[in-house]
């Protein structure tokens, strides 16, 4: 049995994981894949790559790619979400704030420097015209933190993934006063380079297995109230969240790498662009 390690963030777009999982998909094949859940997020899942925490990160497009350019020894093997990431904007419910141009200049609460949360205030303050260079930034770790340091004060705004964070607006705790949707596939899955080169047939099996599960996930019986219920969701707001994802069998185009380059070179997020072969394995 060939022994791999995976991890990801505890959202629903991960449900297809868990699947194959209790199915014993994986097992099957010959293959021990033991997930672990990251709620920190992207910037503690490049991390986790870097140390050898973890073989394989399912993890955000702009999160990764910025911390390739900077030296993580990792490739992207497959887009897993083709779809943008829907970021909503929220603050506190009892804010001052009203819309997103009250936020400029304002302290932006962060899960930590590389994650998704802090690339898409760079690209929210380009949509709005602000002056990238004023923002600021709070580190809050989890979703529970933004939730402490927006009432609390601490910071102003956070942007998370809006139907994640919809139960907490429901609750009054948070307002959504926007969203920023990525200009980019959403989720990619990266493999380190050394597991890459020494289980390259586990790997193609694993995503192999998985692809299967995203192409017809859709269309299990039922996914609506199994994904409402696993994540604390209203069955309406997940069946929205089932029409605007689409999950993707294919790896990332040399043109979208270099379009995505460019982009996060424009927002001053990466100092360098990396030959494709770099990036993609």
Not at 25 to 32: D, P, S, T, V
Request: charged share 20%; glycine share 8%; proline share 4%.
């Amino acid at each position: 049995m060939k022994k791999l390690t995976i991890a990801g963030v505890p959202e629903h777009f991960n449900l297809p994981w868990h699947l194959c999982k209790e199915k014993g998909l994986f097992e099957a094949k010959g293959i021990n894949l033991e997930w672990t859940d990251v709620p920190e997020g992207t910037g503690r899942l490049c991390q986790m790559l870097r140390d050898g925490e973890t073989d394989i990160a399912v993890i955000l497009t702009e999160g990764i790619i910025k911390d390739i350019t900077a030296g993580n020894p990792s490739k992207i093997v497959q887009v897993y979400v083709q779809s943008p990431l829907i970021w909503g904007i929220h603050v506190a419910a009892k804010s001052s704030f009203e819309t997103v141009a009250d936020l400029e200049n304002k302290i932006t609460a962060i899960s930590r420097y590389g994650s998704g949360s802090h690339l898409m205030a760079f690209v929210n303050a380009q949509n709005e015209g602000w002056d990238t260079a004023n923002l600021r930034f709070e580190v809050i770790n989890t979703l529970d933190g933004a939730v402490e340091a927006l009432t609390n004060g601490v910071a102003d705004y956070f942007m998370w993934e809006r139907f994640m964070t919809k139960p907490i607006v429901d609750k009054g705790i948070f307002r959504r006063v926007g969203d920023c949707p990525t200009p980019w596939p959403s989720f990619v899955i990266a493999v380190r380079n050394d597991v890459l080169e020494a289980n390259s047939a586990a790997i193609g099996t694993v995503l192999d297995i998985i692809n299967q599960m995203t192409a017809g996930f859709k269309e299990i019986e039922g996914i609506t109230g199994i994904l409402a219920q696993r994540y604390n969701q209203k069955k309406e707001d997940i069946a929205e969240w089932l029409t605007l994802t689409q999950w993707s069998q294919q790896n990332l185009g040399e043109g979208t790498l270099d379009a995505i380059q460019e982009q996060l070179a424009d927002l001053n997020i990466i100092n360098t662009k990396v030959p494709f072969e770099n990036v993609v394995g």
